[in-house]
């Protein structure tokens, strides 16, 4: 895992950058949203240096099928809830086998511990008055998307990991840039957003085969990815596992939903349990001591 320090240093530009977003938003300054844009791309190219070992391992795996380090995962963790019976409702797809979730869970339990931040402008009404405030918005989500993406560029757009790749709802139809295994993107601020209208796009895919574009039929797994707060909710498992499930053949609706897997942050990632075990020890010796 990169150092805190080095992570830092990395994210401190980013930070800066969606400040002056804010305020090309309030001014609608082209000039501002040009340097947001620099900005993160000099954000990204400094990711690459943080995450080199991932991509080195990565690029020397380019070749082989993902469903071959599925075969080693042992699925989330389901013996853990973070709300109600979300480890119950959801279970199956908590459990489900994702290649890479090593590399998967560097990337996410990175921007859990130092997200990109942004300010953003709250009126609340104190009395008679409304008075202008500001609180600052952590996006975890942006964080992990934007260094799957910089793994991605780094390995020529040939990772196994696609951050949120768009898809059309009605045809399930993958958008496809240049070369077709990168994402087409549409945002001229952040990469991920806006989303064209009618495109559903989860939060992270796996393909199957590398060199090939990531069409449904190439996803070995779409994986939604769940931080602190933010609950799992079955309306969007519903949405990927039709995304996922073929337009024709047999054992479709078993097939659409075998492609999608839910990613708990920290709670799913590599590591996680054995930090439990750990502390329990831990406790135990104590105890007797």
């Known amino acids: 895992m990169p150092a805190p320090a080095a992570i830092a240093r990395v994210i401190e530009a980013a930070y800066r950058a969606y400040r002056a977003h ?6 609608k300054s082209a000039a501002d949203l040009a340097e947001f844009a620099h900005e993160i791309t000099e954000r990204r190219n400094k990711i690459k240096q943080v995450l080199q070992t991932t991509i080195e391992k990565m690029a020397q795996e380019v070749d082989t099928k993902s469903s071959t380090f ?10 853990v809830s973070r709300r109600g019976n979300e480890n119950i ?5 908590i459990e489900r086998k994702v290649p890479f979730r090593p590399a998967i869970s560097q990337v996410c339990t990175t921007a859990l511990q130092i997200p990109i931040k942004t300010p953003r402008r709250i009126r609340k009404k104190m009395g008679d008055e409304l008075v202008n405030s500001t609180l600052e918005i952590a996006l975890k989500q942006l964080t992990a998307s934007l260094f799957f993406e910089a793994i991605d560029e780094a390995l020529d757009w040939h990772s196994p990991l696609k951050a949120e790749p768009n ?7 993958a958008l496809l840039g240049e070369p077709p295994t990168r994402p087409k993107r ?5 990469s991920f957003w806006p989303r064209p209208r009618g495109s559903l796009a989860p939060d992270l895919v796996v393909v199957e085969y590398r060199q090939e574009p990531f069409e449904i039929e190439n996803v070995f797994a779409a994986v939604e ?17 039709d995304l996922m499930t073929p337009k024709s053949g047999v054992n479709r609706e078993k097939i659409g939903k075998e492609k999608v897997a839910l990613l708990r942050v ?5 590591g996680f349990e054995a930090e439990e075990k ?3 020890v831990q406790k135990g010796k104590g105890g007797r001591s």
């Open 89 to 93: 409702t959801f279970k199956e797809f």
């Open 22 to 27: 804010q305020v090309s938003e309030a001014v």
């Open 167 to 173: 898809y059309n709802r009605a045809s399930s139809k």
């Open 266 to 270: 920290p709670e799913d990632c590599t």
């Open 225 to 241: 990815i769940k931080f602190p707060r933010d609950w799992a909710k079955a309306i969007q498992i519903k949405e990927y596992v």
């Open 70 to 79: 599925a075969q080693v995962d042992h699925g989330g963790n389901s013996t």
């Open 186 to 190: 549409f945002g001229k601020v952040t």
């Open 278 to 280: 750990k502390k329990t």
